[in-house]
């Protein structure tokens, strides 16, 4: 069973010359690799998804010179395979075979929720760059957790105060049969105070939307939300578009963003989305790293890459901080809560359960001079927004 | 029975039992350790029904499904005895075990593959809509199984031999099964159907109990499962999960229990193994997968028998 | 639920159900006359979408896409057969599965290598683009009628071509026993190498069909997969009318359960959790059928070896 240490040295083996040109005794602790986990789906119909967020941290890590703090960085990427149980296996090795000093990554809540206990109870730090359940937002949170992204409520919240403010009064919802998918109607009906005139479940291997679309016809609502993420998103945004409901307003989270607007082109044109981020934020950091992920991957990041990359820039200023020292965890702790890095986003801290405290924008698909698509703010919709559970958290000062 | 198939799980379990001490006793190791022996032990039950009773269910998954979601409600009560989990657990299973069996056993071939199946989706399902223990999302546990107030699975190691233990117990279960009149009745009905009713015997009780036994071993497994992950899912009932599992089986061969016992380590672990090599392990994994079928016929237990 | 709504529901479950048949009739037929489990059949479709997709975008134009889309599938279908099928024909179903699984994950894997993982589209046909008005605000796609015609039109060349013609006799033939026809003098392997590619093309053709209204992805044959076993299971293996009929069931169980059950959940729940185990339930609906099916009729409605 030699099979267990081999990829392990060749891993080793890749690392040695940037370890191998610090030569000073007293700088080898310091000088030592920092190991990251970065946890993605790579394989299966998700996998888009996971390669924006892994994209996302490749660029962040090319642009710090592979250093986090002035220390090497070693990335092992781990993919879950959107199956909780090969991600705890796979997690709990990076932890104890690898060693590694920070988790990173996750797109889906349901593998946070798996590896959220061995990574936390190892004293390890989890990032997360993507999914953001409420469980850990609230009672369940962790001095050991962070999410860089947001609280799922949130964004849909967003919409909903989106088409508060829109005056419509009769909104039909569309999910998925899953708990993101009731997160998502939860979301909405927190901050949208008209009629909802029905709410429609969707098993999430749907692929024929046209009993809905039916629906929606028959109802003539004043506007649809929805929450379709991945390749459901494109097959409801096409059909939306072919069953000439069009005219009826499309208000959406992760339905319409950078990593399906290639499969859903045109028909896409002009429907809404609530997000933190897009790729047509005005600031400096922004405009690099959208200009460089486009260049170095060929594709227009989408919210997975963003967040990503800000959690490179984030943890190499915790390092920093820290003057390289990971074994002191409360000092660690308070220097990623410092957050104290220049965000793609523009204004970015934490909140007290260590979920971002950031302003949401409802946004708009378009099409660029070049012919790519990508969505693009429209206005501010909240500002410097605290998901709602951040009270419930009773945060323990030091770990 | 020769002497090999005896001598050969006997090394297998030796080497299970003495890994930790030659150099696979860090817990990451002990952690896939103890997964591929829980599914060799849910192989070792479908075995039982593959290779003894030639029915072919696609459903086993879910065995493992009831017995780890057994584990998820009494730990949502936080009832966390092993007293109370094992026998919820196992009962739990083999009651589903019964009452989709009595259904599927009426039909044979494909359509049994097809009706275990259906009933394999109806547990994915309804697991999927069970918003209490966090629906799609999964369930955390509260807490591993604890035996008369002792946290003692928390340990690593001595989960590690716990799972050893069920292991080698289900494969002498399977074992003594298949060597009895009760095994000979199902392979025989298996052969022949025409002949064992011409006998007087009616096959339909014998395989309804391989059933039960089977899906009772499976939601051990399940058990176990929860605990070593100390998370719950739906994925766990997916389809494509019964189809590992059978896959083990087949790739292990089908010439008694030794040989889902081997096929289960040896999937678990090159799985293991070739996805920490490359991105796209699933490229080698395939082609692997069918010069196995195509030049080890009697599977890997078939290969090492020779030898 | 009104009378429009009902009708447009039909519709769509007729539509789903032609789109089902298209795969289950080479999965059926496959089946049938070889005793062979083509597990990969799914795999055919996605092939099928990602190659109309690919040729499309080739060629500008959707109708060049999908005619040259239908050889190209058919030479991979064969490209298949002669590479790992054939090499299975002798063997035990349970071979045939592990053999044909292992396809899909490398064939899944290997598009994903080849065109990325992000989901590809292809264009709908400019003649096509419209759509027909059925009720107030909601237009029928006519590329929705077109699929139904065109796989009605192929549902009727197909039972001509098992029916009324030698090729055909020789297929039923095949199903219903395949050692008879071969001591005849029949040359089996070139009948199953034709059955094979012909099936392999009309999975194909469902798949470059409905790649204009899908997403193209990596592993978007599996789960239709499934679904064309539980019709050719409720069919009868082997045989085109039923998989025909059993198409147009899981179609219309499928796409009407799912528009009614949480109507009818709301008679026994409150609003909320109804739409939730409606749901639920309606995904379960097809296998509840299946299972009801077989629990009384073992071999499917229309059993063809006897």
Redesign the interface.
């Known amino acids: 069973m030699g099979i267990e240490t081999k990829p392990a040295l060749a891993r080793r083996g890749i690392l040695a010359g940037g370890a191998a040109l610090l030569a000073a005794p007293a700088l080898r602790a310091q000088g030592a690799p920092i190991k990251v986990g970065l946890v993605a789906v790579l394989t299966g119909p998700q996998a888009a998804l996971g390669t924006q967020l892994r994209d996302g941290w490749t660029l962040g890590l090319r642009h710090l010179e592979n250093r986090l703090g002035g220390r090497p960085v070693e990335t092992i990427v781990i993919d879950d395979e959107l199956r909780p149980d090969v991600a705890v296996t796979k997690v709990r090795a990076a932890l104890e075979r690898d060693r590694v000093d920070f988790v990173v990554g996750v797109v889906f809540s349901n593998i946070l929720q798996a590896i959220m206990r061995p990574v936390t109870e190892a004293n390890t730090f989890l990032i997360s760059t993507n999914a953001g359940p409420s469980t850990f937002a609230g009672r369940g949170c962790n001095p050991f957790f962070f999410a860089t992204s947001y609280n799922n409520d949130q964004v849909h919240s967003v919409m909903g105060q989106a088409a508060q403010d829109a005056g419509y009064r009769r909104v039909f919802l569309l999910t998925p049969n899953y708990q993101a998918g009731r997160d998502a109607m939860a979301g909405f009906k927190s901050r949208f105070q008209g009629q909802v005139v029905d709410e429609v479940y969707v098993p999430l291997t749907h692929v024929d939307f046209s009993a809905e679309l039916a629906r929606i016809a028959a109802l003539r609502p004043d506007a649809v939300f929805t929450f379709m993420p991945g390749g459901l998103g494109v097959n409801l945004v096409r059909q939306y578009r072919q069953a000439g409901l069009q005219n009826i307003p499309f208000l959406s989270t992760f339905t319409v963003d950078e990593a399906t607007l290639p499969a859903q082109g045109e028909a896409a044109l002009g429907f809404f989305s609530g997000a933190n981020w897009a790729p047509n934020m005005e600031n400096e950091q922004n405009r690099r790293f959208v200009r460089d992920m486009e260049a170095q991957f060929n594709y227009v990041p989408a919210t997975y890459a963003a967040q990503s990359y800000d959690t490179a820039m984030l943890l190499d200023s915790a390092v920093r901080r820290v003057g390289g020292n990971l074994a002191d965890k409360n000092a660690l702790r308070q220097a990623i809560a410092a957050a104290d890095f220049r965000s793609v986003r523009g204004a970015f801290r934490f909140g007290a359960n260590q979920y971002p405290v950031q302003d949401f924008w409802l946004c708009q698909v378009v099409r660029r001079p070049d012919g790519r698509f990508q969505t693009q703010t429209v206005r501010r919709v909240l500002e410097a927004n605290v998901d709602p559970w951040a009270g419930e958290c009773r945060m323990p000062g030091r770990v | 029975m020769t002497w090999r198939d005896a001598a050969l799980p006997a090394g297998v379990f030796a080497a299970l039992a003495l890994a930790p001490f030659l150099g696979f006793g860090q817990s990451h190791s002990l952690t896939l350790l103890a997964r591929a022996m829980i599914f060799a032990m849910a192989a070792i039950s479908l075995m039982l029904l593959v290779g003894g009773a030639g029915l072919v269910s696609l459903g086993h998954a879910a065995m493992m499904g009831v017995g780890a979601y057994a584990v998820v409600v009494l730990d949502h009560a936080r009832i966390t005895e092993a007293w109370a989990v094992l026998p919820a657990g196992v009962g739990a299973t083999a009651l589903f075990a019964l009452a989709t069996g009595a259904i599927a056993i009426r039909t044979s071939g494909v359509h049994f593959i097809m009706i275990t199946l259906a009933f394999g989706q109806m547990a994915f399902f309804t697991a999927s809509s069970l918003a209490l223990f966090g629906g799609d999302d999964g369930y955390t546990l509260y807490g591993r199984t604890e035996i008369f107030g002792a946290r003692l699975l928390e340990d690593r190691l001595a989960f590690h031999f716990a799972c050893l233990f069920c292991l080698v117990a289900a494969w002498a279960l399977v074992r003594a099964l298949l060597a009895s009149r009760f095994g000979r009745v199902l392979r025989a009905a298996r052969e022949n159907e025409t002949r064992v009713r011409a006998l007087g015997l009616e096959p339909y009780p014998y395989r309804l109990a391989a059933y039960v036994i089977a899906g009772a071993i499976g939601g051990l497994a399940g058990v176990l499962l929860a605990n070593a992950t100390e998370f719950v899912a739906p994925a766990y009932l997916a389809w494509q999960r019964s189809g590992d599992l059978l896959f083990m089986v087949i790739l292990g061969g089908l010439a008694g229990p030794h040989g889902a016992l081997l096929g289960a380590l040896a999937f678990v672990l090159v799985e293991e193994w070739l996805a920490t090599l490359t991105e796209h392990w699933r490229l080698i994994f395939g082609p692997l997968l069918i010069l196995c079928v195509l030049f080890l016929r009697g599977g890997i237990a078939g290969l090492l028998g020779r030898g | 639920m ?1 009378a ?2 009902l009708l ?2 039909v519709l ?1 479950g007729l ?2 159900g032609i789109l089902l048949f298209l795969v289950a009739a080479g999965l059926t037929l496959v ?1 049938g006359v070889m005793d062979f ?1 083509n597990l990969a059949h799914g795999v055919q479709y996605m092939i099928g979408a990602y190659l109309g997709a690919t040729l499309a975008a080739l060629t500008g134009s959707f109708w060049f896409g999908l005619l040259l889309a239908l050889p190209a599938a058919l030479v991979f279908g064969l490209l298949l057969e002669v590479l ?1 099928f054939r ?2 024909y002798e ?1 035990d ?3 045939q ?3 044909t ?6 064939l ?3 598009v ?2 080849v065109f ?6 292809m ?2 046909p400019e003649a096509l ?1 419209g ?1 027909v ?1 059925i ?7 006519s ?2 009628l077109a699929i139904l015609a065109a796989g009605l039109v192929t549902a009727g060349l197909l039972w001509f071509l098992v029916e009324r013609t030698k090729l055909g006799m020789l297929v039923r033939a095949g199903a219903s026993n395949a050692p008879m026809l071969s001591a005849l003098g029949v040359d089996v392997r070139r009948l199953f190498m034709m059955v094979f590619g012909f099936g392999a093309m009309l999975a194909g053709f469902a798949g470059a069909m409905a790649a ?9 044959g599996d ?1 239709l997969l ?1 679904l064309a ?2 019709v050719i ?1 409720i069919g009868g ?1 082997g045989s085109i009318r039923g998989a025909f009929l059993a198409a147009l069931i899981v179609g219309l169980v499928e ?2 359960g ?2 009614m059950m ?1 109507d009818l959940m709301r008679l026994f729940l409150d609003p ?1 959790a109804a ?6 339930l ?3 609906l097809i ?2 059928v ?2 009801a099916i ?2 009384f009729r ?3 409605l229309f059993p063809v070896r006897t």
């Open positions: 009104t429009t709504l447009v529901q769509n539509q789903f089946f489990i790992v090499h299975f063997r179903h349970l071979s599965v592990l053999a699984f292992g396809v899909i994950l490398v899944n894997q290997g994903k290598a990325g993982a992000a989901p590809m589209q264009p709908l683009s759509g008005r009720m107030e605000g909601l237009l029928y796609p590329y929705r204009p209204i899908l997403s193209v992805e990596p592993g978007m789960n499934i076993f539980v299971v293996i796409t009407i799912r528009s949480p909320s739409r939730q185990t409606g749901a639920a309606a995904s379960m296998y509840i299946m299972a077989l629990a073992p071999a499917g």
